[in-house]
């Protein structure tokens, strides 16, 4: 009997030694996408600026890796957003246009993306902040649910405007609904024409608080004319100097009541697109107007955001990835004074073009890794573009899936490697061109070589273009005639990439 319970009790010691010390569960990080609209290379002042002051963005690139040649998938929203979440280049889409306000989802519910492949490994999934990807099938009513939507595509909390801020509906969305929706005061919407008696910004500029420049001449809400026309609805119509900190706070919620669980959320900033609207207490911040002051308004809500990750005890096993849909532009539609009190400030850095652009500032963005404890600061010049998200974090949470563009870049991420992508074919207005290595190669398009409304070079010409960002970031040399070789091995290239999508007259351009 003694020798059987020595038996026993070492069995048990054995039992519970070998129970110790089996490794505890992987903790899945959360992730957090942080994605400004309109926000250009130089205008952080870790990426050079000195007319503004961003110290919580500063914060962020100066303790993480920094990318200095980071993009997006594309110089306009639409198509950078789809690309970001899909993984798939935008020009793929013929429909990953800038849409109105009423345009259907261009996603299909089908398609992989981000928030559905992160579900599908035990995330919780959220969306704060500009969609713009398109809400519905083509009819939608406005006073009921809206679908699909972002819930469709593998978001499980949505909290957004329907498209942007200057176009109608001006209401915010949750989960499919109007938020605040008076059902005894529906909404309308069309964008061809308007509604009987309804004021426009074209017709009525007494009503005015915003003077619009172009394209921004119908529906006024809160004194702004918008795109689009609108009728009813006016308990949900937003205010629009409350929008950052509105969205801040629904994002700050989000994380609160999901810190028990791994999350992702993609915390999708309107700063600072037009209209350019700071709150009181940020007017006249940065000297420079509206355009300025709303930067400094976007910074100052990211600190808030990452105090709160702080306060809940998320930081260390957080990774946030912070970067712009597109590159700057300063008049987009409204008089903001965003020309006329720039200063020295320079909002593309040492690029060339902006917003719109197939030059370099059309979609070199600042590109922010922060992980405390994980990545170690750095200054990194691998290419890597927004699209590699979805393969990169799929590699992070153990999924081997992946699309046909999206590129697994995660030790680049992390800061683990200085190898990025070879080649990227960035996009502008559905025009294309290629970044290879240190070199872009822009084809021959027709059109104006500027965008005089916005006062951009949008990057066309009737020649090709080759430079070499290495010796001339600001793309000032075409070396095309003198590099025959590299051009024609860069033609190879991009035809190659672009397949059978790529139209049969431009094919023959590059022949």
Same mark, same amino acid.
């Given at each position: ?156 909390? !949505? ?125 006249? !911040? ?73 030059? %370099? ?45 999206? /590129? ?56 090709? /273009? ?25 033609? %190879? ?9 790529? !139209? ?8």
């Amino acid at each position: 009997m003694k020798n059987l319970l020595l038996t026993t009790t070492c069995l048990a010691a054995v039992s519970a030694c070998t129970t110790s010390e089996k490794p505890a569960p992987e903790i899945k990080p959360n992730i957090v996408v942080i994605y400004l609209d309109d926000l250009g290379y130089g205008d952080l002042g870790a990426y050079g600026a000195t007319g503004l002051e961003t110290p919580n963005m500063d914060a962020l690139a100066n303790a993480g890796v920094k990318f200095t040649d980071g993009h997006a998938t594309s110089a306009t929203c639409t198509p950078s957003r789809y690309g970001l979440l899909t993984g798939v280049y935008p020009w793929r889409n013929k429909d990953a246009n800038i849409l109105p306000g009423t345009a259907p989802l261009i996603i299909d519910t089908a398609q992989v993306t981000i928030p559905k492949m992160l579900k599908k490994n035990g995330y919780q999934t959220a969306i704060v902040g500009k969609w713009h990807l398109g809400l519905g099938d083509g009819i939608v009513d406005w006073n009921q649910r809206v679908s699909p939507g972002p819930n469709e595509v593998g978001f499980d909390y !949505s909290y957004i405007m329907a498209a942007t801020q200057d176009r109608v509906p001006t209401v915010y969305i949750e989960d499919g609904y109007v938020d605040n929706l008076d059902p005894n005061d529906p909404i309308e919407v069309n964008y061809e024409q308007n509604f009987e008696g309804e004021p426009t910004g074209k017709d009525n500029p007494e009503l005015l608080t915003m003077k619009w420049h172009h394209g921004h001449n119908n529906s006024i809400v809160n004194g702004i004319p918008r795109i689009g026309f609108m009728k009813g609805g006016e308990a949900a119509k937003w205010s629009d100097v409350d929008m950052a900190d509105h969205f801040l706070a629904k994002a700050q919620e989000y994380v609160r009541s999901h810190k028990q669980e791994p999350f992702f959320l993609y915390y999708a900033m309107q700063q600072p697109h037009v209209p350019r609207t700071p709150h009181p207490r940020f007017v006249g !911040s940065s000297g420079m107007g509206p355009r300025g002051d709303v930067i400094v308004e976007a910074d100052w809500c990211i600190g808030e955001f990452m105090k709160t990750l702080e306060a809940e005890g998320l930081l260390e096993n957080t990774l946030v990835i912070l970067s712009s849909d597109n590159g700057p532009v300063l008049n987009d539609g409204y008089y903001d004074e965003a020309v006329e009190k720039l200063g020295d400030h320079q909002p593309s850095g040492p690029l060339r073009g902006g917003k719109y652009s197939l030059f %370099e500032a059309g979609t070199r963005v600042p590109f922010i890794t922060y992980w405390k404890g994980k990545i170690e600061p750095q200054v990194s010049d691998a290419l890597v573009c927004q699209l590699d998200l979805l393969a990169s974090l799929a590699s992070l949470v153990g999924d081997e899936e992946t699309t046909t563009d999206s /590129q697994n870049l995660m030790d680049v991420l992390m800061g683990k490697s200085a190898n990025g992508r070879e080649s990227l074919v960035l996009e502008a207005t559905s025009r294309t061109a290629l970044r290879q290595g240190d070199w872009l190669m822009i084809p021959p398009y027709n059109g104006p070589a500027v965008n005089n409304q916005v006062n951009i070079e949008l990057g066309n010409s009737k020649e090709f /273009q080759l430079y070499n960002l290495n010796d001339d970031l600001g793309q000032q040399n075409n070396l095309a005639e003198s590099n025959p070789e590299k051009l024609e091995e860069m033609k %190879e290239t991009f035809v190659a990439i672009r397949g059978k999508e790529y !139209s049969k007259t431009q094919a023959l351009e590059l022949k």
